[in-house]
């Protein structure tokens, strides 16, 4: 029985006693689960902070997810690139041998040309994911096309110039450049088009050699030789053979592809530690130290324990108790 003595004392225990019960309950819940709380509310003070946290981790793993694809492309672009440079060296000495050994008969020459020509536009016309790397923004579309070029021209001088070339003939493509957002405020342009003039040369030397037959003559040998030099950046043009120079050749646009890498490698080394940062300030907002909640569970078990004592022994006050 509450009397009117003791029932402020009594209500004010019994409240004291169910906020014990509900911070008990909710450290248990801690101590389970490991967070402070299961809804924004149960952390109303840090929720926003704990948003913006998120939404930069999400961002954060957006960029790194688009670096990684577009660090593939330009892998495999920079194999492709690298091995047309390697098949350019190789059909080089070939012309050279052809050319001071006067043996390009021998060497089937023509059929040489033909393979190095059909193995450069293979190597452009590469695809990563159903997309073809030189293609520029026409990604659906195979870059290189050997088919249909028009005849070469008369390669004895003196030469008409400047001497044609057939990127038209070939390039489905377009001149745009691919680029991206890396990182904040950060874009870069990647990868190379099938019409950059390098790789022009080179096909435009194979077709002349293959055109000519098996026997070309000195004067296409020598044009030939005088594209696949400069292209390969051993040569800066040559005008007797109607070459203009280059401002960029294979080992440029290597070069070029590698700092495209280098950017994108540097923007994932700063995701990287950002990750972790976000990912430690995360976990500092929302979980809790288990052990510790363990021993607040201790000691509001302890204390819940001690008021339900407390309000028994309040509820059996009575002037008889007292009395006897």
């Known amino acids: 029985m509450t009397r009117v003595s003791n029932y402020a004392l009594n209500n004010f225990l019994q409240s004291q006693t169910l906020g014990v019960q509900q911070r008990l309950a909710d450290l248990q819940i801690q101590a389970s689960s490991g967070q402070k709380a299961q809804t924004y509310s149960g952390i109303a003070a840090d929720a926003h902070q704990l948003i913006s946290l998120q939404v930069a981790q999400d961002q954060t793993a957006q960029y790194v997810k688009t670096n990684a694809s577009i660090d593939s492309r330009l892998t495999t672009m920079e194999s492709s690139v690298s091995d047309i440079f390697k098949a350019a060296t190789n059909f080089r000495t070939l012309l050279l041998n052809a050319e001071n050994n006067n043996n390009a008969g021998d060497l089937s020459i023509d059929t040489e040309a033909a393979n190095f020509r059909q193995q450069v536009a293979n190597l452009l016309n590469v695809q990563v994911d159903g997309r073809y790397l030189f293609s520029g923004s026409r990604t659906d579309v195979k870059p290189v096309d050997l088919n249909g070029w028009t005849t ?25 450049v691919m680029s991206a957002d890396i990182d904040t405020s950060l874009t870069i342009k990647y990868g190379v088009t099938a019409d950059n003039p390098a790789f022009e040369y080179l096909l435009r030397a194979a077709n002349y050699i293959q055109t000519a037959g098996p026997t070309p003559s000195q004067d296409e040998m020598e044009t030939a030789l005088s594209l696949i030099n400069t292209a390969l950046g051993t040569e800066s043009g040559n005008a007797t053979r109607g070459t203009l120079p280059l401002t960029q050749d294979i080992a440029d646009i290597q070069a070029q592809i590698g700092t495209s890498r280098s950017s994108i490698d540097q923007a994932n080394s700063r995701h990287s530690d950002f990750q972790i940062y976000l990912t430690q300030s995360i976990a500092d907002v929302q979980t809790v130290d288990v052990a510790q909640t363990l021993t607040q569970v201790s000691s509001y078990t302890t204390q819940l324990q001690a008021s339900h004592m407390t309000l028994s022994q309040i509820s059996q006050l009575s002037l008889l108790n007292y009395l006897k």
Do not use: F, I, R, V
Not at 154 to 161: A, G
């Open 152 to 176: 070469p021209p008369t390669l004895t001088p003196p030469l008409t110039l400047p001497l044609p070339t057939y990127t038209a003939e070939y390039y489905k493509g377009d001149s745009q």
